[in-house]
């Protein structure tokens, strides 16, 4: 294989590992975020991806700019989140330690087992949201636009978070839980409103995600469980409460899932991203006992 023959492979595999990356750091903040403020594992953020997509292909045949479409998805599941905190996370929060984070699992995964029920009454088949990208070239190298528009739409998404938990009172306050529950508490912070935001913000990071993902590849109902799985691959092995360790984590993972299964295959594609994972545990265990 020649030299330009390589890189007219190559470069599009780096764009495309980039793009998937970026959708798995998204998945996986959807996770780390509520679990780092309350301890909850939450099982049911690829339902809120999904639901995203579903809406959005619900509301195309009632409004016709698209943009107001995907705008109305997202507050959708907002609004479903905010209700599924108030509903389902009372009796969760009211739990301490391993029975809060038992409470937790349980507790999302149900409700993650009815919204796929109802959802399974109204749609069957695979969906996608209402855009449609063509590729394009550059030079003798072609690449997916959509995977361009995924690259800066999560970007964008990133300097979001970065300035709201660095500039605003909400995101530093919920570092401050993150790091030390009982401080906050004695500072006056209301521990449990900013859990309802952050919460709701991890639903509209996954509906994001989820819309994402599904201009690259369609998606059905039973999807949520995949998507659900691979956010919490990747906070698990960026750490599960750091929100940096995330993000690299879900452009490692990208990188890896995009090269194996070109080379290798799908199937090996997931034997290294969760060896990857395991390996993530073992060094940041080793270094635990090290300390």
Same mark, same amino acid.
């Given at each position: 294989?020649?030299?330009?023959?390589?890189?007219?492979?190559?470069?599009?595999?780096?764009?495309?590992?980039?793009?998937?990356?970026?959708?798995?750091?998204?998945?996986?903040?959807?996770?780390?975020?509520?679990?780092?403020?309350?301890?909850? *594992?939450?099982?049911?953020?690829?339902?809120?991806?999904? *639901?995203?997509?579903?809406?959005?292909?619900?509301?195309?045949?009632?409004?016709?700019?698209?943009?107001?479409?995907?705008?109305?998805?997202?507050?959708?599941?907002?609004?479903?989140?905010?209700?599924?905190?108030?509903?389902?996370?009372?009796?969760?929060?009211?739990?301490?330690?391993?029975?809060?984070?038992? *409470?937790?699992?349980?507790?999302?995964?149900?409700?993650?087992?009815?919204?796929?029920?109802?959802?399974?009454?109204?749609?069957?088949?695979?969906?996608?949201?209402?855009?449609?990208?063509?590729?394009?070239?550059?030079?003798?190298?072609?690449?997916?636009?959509?995977?361009?528009?995924?690259?800066?739409?999560? &970007?964008?998404?990133?300097?979001?978070?970065?300035?709201?938990?660095?500039?605003?009172?909400?995101?530093?306050?919920?570092?401050?839980?993150?790091?030390?529950?009982?401080?906050?508490?004695?500072?006056?912070?209301?521990?449990?409103?900013?859990?309802?935001?952050?919460?709701?913000?991890?639903?509209?990071?996954?509906?994001?995600?989820?819309? &994402?993902?599904?201009?690259?590849?369609?998606?059905?109902?039973?999807?949520?469980?995949?998507?659900? @799985?691979?956010?919490?691959?990747?906070?698990?092995?960026?750490?599960?409460?750091?929100?940096?360790?995330?993000?690299?984590?879900?452009?490692?993972?990208?990188?890896?899932?995009?090269?194996?299964?070109?080379?290798?295959?799908?199937?090996?594609?997931?034997?290294?991203?969760?060896?990857?994972?395991?390996? @993530?545990?073992?060094?940041?265990?080793?270094?635990?006992?090290?300390?």
């Amino acid at each position: 294989m020649s030299v330009s023959q390589t890189l007219n492979l190559i470069i599009p595999l780096i764009v495309a590992g980039v793009g998937v990356g970026m959708l798995f750091a998204m998945l996986g903040l959807a996770v780390t975020l509520v679990f780092g403020l309350g301890g909850v *594992l939450n099982l049911s953020t690829g339902m809120f991806s999904v *639901l995203a997509v579903l809406a959005s292909v619900w509301l195309v045949g009632q409004f016709s700019h698209v943009g107001v479409v995907l705008v109305l998805s997202v507050l959708a599941v907002a609004a479903l989140a905010l209700g599924v905190d108030k509903i389902v996370l009372p009796l969760v929060y009211r739990a301490e330690g391993d029975e809060r984070f038992l *409470l937790g699992i349980f507790g999302t995964l149900g409700m993650a087992i009815f919204l796929q029920g109802l959802a399974q009454l109204q749609f069957s088949g695979k969906f996608k949201v209402p855009v449609t990208f063509s590729p394009f070239s550059v030079g003798n190298i072609y690449f997916r636009f959509s995977t361009i528009v995924i690259i800066l739409i999560s &970007l964008g998404v990133f300097v979001a978070l970065y300035l709201f938990f660095s500039r605003t009172y909400e995101g530093q306050a919920a570092r401050t839980i993150m790091q030390d529950e009982t401080g906050a508490i004695l500072c006056g912070i209301d521990v449990r409103r900013l859990r309802t935001e952050i919460f709701v913000l991890s639903a509209v990071i996954a509906a994001i995600a989820g819309m &994402l993902w599904s201009m690259n590849g369609s998606v059905d109902v039973a999807t949520s469980f995949s998507l659900a @799985a691979k956010g919490i691959l990747v906070s698990i092995a960026g750490g599960v409460t750091s929100i940096t360790g995330t993000v690299a984590a879900g452009v490692i993972l990208g990188f890896l899932s995009v090269f194996v299964s070109t080379f290798v295959g799908s199937y090996w594609s997931n034997v290294v991203v969760f060896g990857f994972v395991i390996v @993530a545990i073992v060094i940041r265990t080793g270094r635990g006992l090290m300390a």
